[in-house]
T-cell receptor, first 114, second 114 residues
Framework: GEDVEQSLFLSVREGDSSVINCTYT??????LYWYKQEPGAGLQLLTY?????DMKQDQRLTVLLNKKDKHLSLRIADTQTGDSAIYFC??????????????FGAGTRLAVHP | GAGVSQTPSNKVTEKGKYVELRCDPI?????LYWYRQSLGQGPEFLIY????????DSGLPNDRFFAVRPEGSVSTLKIQRTERGDSAVYLC????????????FGAGSRLTVL
């Protein structure tokens, strides 16, 4: 089945760019997602990308997809202390039932320091 | 409703007891998912409903876990004979199952089994 892996921790200085990386194993995944989770809160969708795209930009967020290497990254420009959270990558392998089931990585904890 | 609502937000129970966790999805969302998130881990898929039927229950860990969605809206996750290893945050999500299948998550129910 699908397996999603992420590095566990990233520390950046306020104002710098953050890059969070993710790899997945199932090349049939049609959509790939980034979710954010703040302490004690639920998962908040940040952005997603369709598998036929290489890049998607949304304000400070840039998603890059390398489908050949099954590698996804999330870049946050001008990182702020409010960006401190856990970021989850999720993939959606196409299943026989015709629906998409999100498979999550373990999450990358982003710490932003002054 | 405006978002996915889960109750209770916190539940403490003793080993061996029965527990019910409730999820009220976004109005009109036909797809409903239950995930479990253990400390330091990403969400792990449990079960998916399309309408009233469980289309995929492959993530339920054993037969102590059961979920229903009798009228295609509210869902209840039921755990019998709880064990300490069941302690986790149980997340519910719903989606319209259209296009990118964006899942909207509730804040979760934190279950602690003593």
């Amino acid at each position: 089945g699908e397996d999603v892996e992420q590095s566990l921790f990233l520390s950046v200085r306020e104002g710098d760019s953050s890059v969070i990386n993710c790899t997945y194993t199932d090349s049939s995944s049609t959509y790939l997602y980034w979710y954010k989770q703040e302490p004690g809160a639920g998962l908040q969708l940040l952005t997603y990308i369709f598998s036929n795209m290489d890049m998607k930009q949304d304000q400070r967020l840039t998603v890059l997809l390398n489908k050949k290497d099954k590698h996804l990254s999330l870049r946050i420009a001008d990182t702020q202390t409010g960006d401190s959270a856990i970021y989850f990558c999720a993939a959606t392998p196409v299943l026989s039932g015709g629906y998409n089931k999100l498979i999550f990585g373990a999450g990358t904890r982003l710490a932003v320091h002054p | 409703g405006a978002g996915v609502s889960q109750t209770p937000s916190n539940k403490v129970t003793e080993k061996g007891k029965y527990v019910e966790l409730r999820c009220d999805p976004i109005s009109g969302h036909t797809a409903l998912y239950w995930y479990r998130q253990s400390l330091g881990q990403g969400p792990e898929f449990l079960i998916y409903f399309q309408g009233t039927g469980a289309a995929d229950d492959s993530g339920l860990p054993n037969d102590r876990f059961f979920a229903v969605r009798p009228e295609g809206s509210v869902s209840t996750l039921k755990i019998q004979r709880t064990e300490r290893g069941d302690s986790a945050v149980y997340l519910c999500a719903s989606s319209s199952s259209v296009g990118a299948n964006v899942l909207t998550f509730g804040a979760g129910s934190r279950l602690t089994v003593l």
